[in-house]
Antibody, heavy 115, light 110 residues
Framework: EVQLLESGGGLVQPGGSLRLSCVAS????????MSWVRQAPGKGLEWVSV????????KYADSVKGRFSVSRDNSKNTLYLQMNSLRAEDTAVYYC????????WGQGTLVTVSS | QSVLTQPPSASGTPGQRVTISCSGS????????VNWYQQVPGTAPKLLIY???QRPSGVPDRFSGSKSGTSASLAISGLQSEDEADYYC???????????FGGGTKLTVL
C-alpha cells in the first residue's frame, strides 16, 4: 500500500523559511516523479512543483518560482520542499503526491505564514 | 483566475447522471491528457480519472472521463450520496511549463 507522510509544517513569520518532508513507502520511490500541491484554506487545489526520478529536472508554479526548491533523497525515500521568503499567501495545506498524475496523496501538512 | 475553467457548482438527485466540464486552451487540454480528482471536504484528494478516460483500480465505472479539443468532461452516472464532494480537473500546460488545476466544482447530491 502506497503511503506518503508529510511533515515540517507550522507557523512561520513572513519572510521566514520552512522545509517540508514527505516520506514514501509501499512503492519504488526512485522510479517515480513526485509532486507538491497546496490548498489555501477554503480554496481550491494549486499545483506547486514536480521533480523527476533522479532529481535533475524540476518545475515550479510561477507563484513560487525563485523562492521554493524541490529535492529528493532516493536513499531515504524522501521528498523535500524548501520554502524561503514566505508570504501570507503561501498559507496552505501542502500535499505531496506520487507521479506526475498525482495518483496517491499524503494527508497534508499545514503551513501558516503570519506575524 | 484558473487557466482551466470549471463550473463552481453542480447538483443532481440520487440515480441521476451529472457532468462536470473543464475548459482550457491549446497549450493545456489541447496538447496533453487530463486528470480528474475527487476531494471530500477535510480529506486529501483522490485520483478519479487519468489520461482523459482511464480509471485507477478501485474507482467505480460510474465515473467516466472524456476530452474533445480544448475541453474535457467528467460524468458520474447513478449518482450516490457519497459522491458529494469537490471535483478538480488538472493538466500540464506547455506555455506555463507547469501543472494547472481547474477551480473546482462542488457537487451536491440533493
Amino acid at each position: 500500500e502506497v503511503q506518503l507522510l508529510e511533515s515540517g509544517g507550522g507557523l512561520v513569520q513572513p519572510g521566514g523559511s520552512l522545509r517540508l518532508s514527505c516520506v514514501a513507502s509501499g512503492f519504488m520511490f526512485s522510479t517515480y516523479a513526485m509532486s507538491w500541491v497546496r490548498q489555501a484554506p477554503g480554496k481550491g487545489l494549486e499545483w506547486v512543483s514536480v521533480i523527476s526520478t533522479s532529481g535533475d529536472d524540476t518545475k515550479y508554479a510561477d507563484s513560487v518560482k525563485g523562492r521554493f526548491s524541490v529535492s529528493r533523497d532516493n536513499s531515504k525515500n524522501t521528498l523535500y520542499l524548501q520554502m524561503n521568503s514566505l508570504r501570507a499567501e503561501d498559507t496552505a495545506v501542502y500535499y505531496c503526491a506520487k507521479d506526475y498524475k498525482c495518483d496517491s496523496w499524503g494527508q497534508g501538512t499545514l503551513v501558516t505564514v503570519s506575524s | 483566475q484558473s487557466v482551466l475553467t470549471q463550473p463552481p457548482s453542480a447538483s443532481g438527485t440520487p440515480g441521476q447522471r451529472v457532468t462536470i466540464s473543464c475548459s482550457g486552451s491549446s497549450s493545456n487540454i489541447g496538447s496533453n491528457t487530463v486528470n480528474w480528482y475527487q476531494q471530500v471536504p477535510g480529506t486529501a484528494p483522490k485520483l478519479l480519472i487519468y489520461s482523459n478516460n482511464q480509471r485507477p483500480s478501485g474507482v467505480p465505472d460510474r465515473f467516466s472521463g472524456s476530452k474533445s479539443g480544448t475541453s474535457a468532461s467528467l460524468a458520474i452516472s447513478g449518482l450516490q450520496s457519497e459522491d458529494e464532494a469537490d471535483y478538480y480537473c488538472a493538466v500540464w500546460d506547455d506555455s506555463l511549463n507547469a501543472g494547472v488545476f481547474g477551480g473546482g466544482t462542488k457537487l451536491t447530491v440533493l
